[in-house]
């Protein structure tokens, strides 16, 4: 596998996903509940749906910058100096008790320039491979254990609830700023002189859902994102319900399993159709909700370790899947049209329906939660019918990248 890179190349890689992550999983983890501390609560489901409305905006139009203008290592540098500035003013807002309004603008200002980072990174790595379904899962397992530390860390110093969580998620974000000057530079093809508005955005990569596996590859992607936004806002206040503290070190389990379906990607593309790699990727999804609907701390726990397999074999499939099929010169742009229908459309909906769901099902500060993870495994249940229906793959096995 290294034969492929330099060496000091492929750290590099692993190293921009390792920290990228942390500093994700240092504001997204214990999200929810320093809302909660900071009596916000009211504003929480907006807060999580804010990235959705970024994922709208930015991803496409910095992918294409990506594409046609910039190096993409140039661009990424800029969203994480703004990123770090954005989430250190969210976090004086946060201890100064600020108007909640003021700090929901700051989430959603922020969220801009988060939402396209990632998308452009895989890109990046991506390029630079030659064989990506042997070579990305394990690259990308560091993600898995970086995110894995931010979340320790946030629990190690007990921050779950604090505001001072966001000023050391500015500091790694300043680190990815700092660590771009040593990525590999890409080359970018030229760009015609003049370029149609929605060009300029990156709308003309909605042309690549004409192809009828991709596009039921998107839909499958979004329409799971929607039950599976519940996660990070909810599973902390289930663990919190049922008298667990360090609630972020505890959601740290999902990684554990993400990085065995990690490595055990490789193999499973290898040896097994894209169909039921997805299909095994969902149906972990079902289990992963019917346990925490038992109510107990085992069977949340467990629930709770299920989710990183279940997020492997849909979204990183989904990313290699886009990479093999789709033309080098529109990485960046289908990297970020996923981000856009799964961060997009499948987190707007799924944060604002799940805080209506749990809304529902609360009365008197007390919660049904068998009824709450009960409906969300129905509809991931909805899914995986949907996805057996429609995917249909060619004779022979996968395609070739056109």
């Known amino acids: 596998m290294l034969r492929t890179l330099r060496k ?21 983890v214990p999200l929810g ?129 604090s505001a001072y969580a966001g000023y050391l998620g500015a500091l790694v974000w300043l680190l990815v700023a700092v660590f771009t000057y040593f990525l590999p530079a890409l080359e970018i093809p030229k760009s015609a002189e003049h370029l149609a508005w929605h060009e300029r955005l990156g709308l003309d990569a909605l042309t690549l859902l004409k192809n009828r596996r991709t596009r039921v590859v998107f839909l499958t992607a979004t329409l799971f994102n929607i039950p599976l936004a519940a996660f ?24 554990v399993t993400e990085i065995i379906g990690m490595f055990s990607l490789a193999w499973l593309l290898v040896n097994w159709r894209l169909k039921w790699i997805f299909a095994c990727g969902i149906s972990i999804g079902v289990a992963r909700f019917a346990l925490s609907a038992l109510n107990t701390e085992p069977s949340v726990l467990l629930g709770i370790t299920l989710h990183g397999a279940s997020f492997v074999f849909v ?7 886009l990479d093999q099929n789709i033309d080098p010169a529109w990485r960046s742009r289908a990297q970020a049209l996923f981000t856009l ?11 604002l329906s799940s805080g209506w769901l749990f809304d529902g099902c609360s009365t008197g500060g007390h919660t049904d939660w068998r009824l709450f993870w009960g409906v969300l495994a129905a509809g991931v249940a909805a899914v995986l019918v949907y996805f057996l229906l429609a995917y249909r793959e060619p004779a022979g096995g996968e395609a070739q990248r056109k």
């Open 8 to 28: 000091a190349e492929y750290a590099e890689l692993m190293i921009l996903f390792f920290i990228q992550a942390a500093g994700m999983a240092i504001w997204f």
């Open 33 to 161: 509940s320093i809302l909660d501390a900071h009596g916000l609560h009211a504003i929480k489901p907006y807060a999580f749906a804010a990235s959705a409305v970024a994922a709208f905006i930015s991803p496409l139009a910095f992918g294409a910058m990506a594409d046609r203008h910039v190096p993409p290592a140039k661009v990424l540098r800029g969203l994480a100096l703004a990123s770090s500035i954005l989430m250190a003013g969210i976090s004086t807002a946060l201890k100064y008790h600020g108007n909640q309004w003021l700090v929901l603008g700051l989430i959603q200002v922020f969220y801009l320039t988060y939402s396209p980072m990632f998308s452009i990174s895989t890109a990046l790595v991506l390029a630079r491979l030659q064989d990506a379904k042997q070579e990305f899962g394990p690259i990308r397992s560091l993600a898995t254990v970086g995110w894995m530390a931010g979340a320790l860390l946030i629990g190690a110093v007990s921050l779950d609830r």
């Open 232 to 255: 990070y806002p909810y599973a902390p206040t289930h663990l919190h319900d049922l008298g667990f503290t360090r609630t972020s070190a505890w959601m740290s389990l999902a990684q």
């Open 315 to 321: 979204f990183i499939t989904a990313q290699i899947y």
């Open 341 to 351: 229908m799964t961060g997009g459309f499948g987190n707007l909906i799924g944060y």
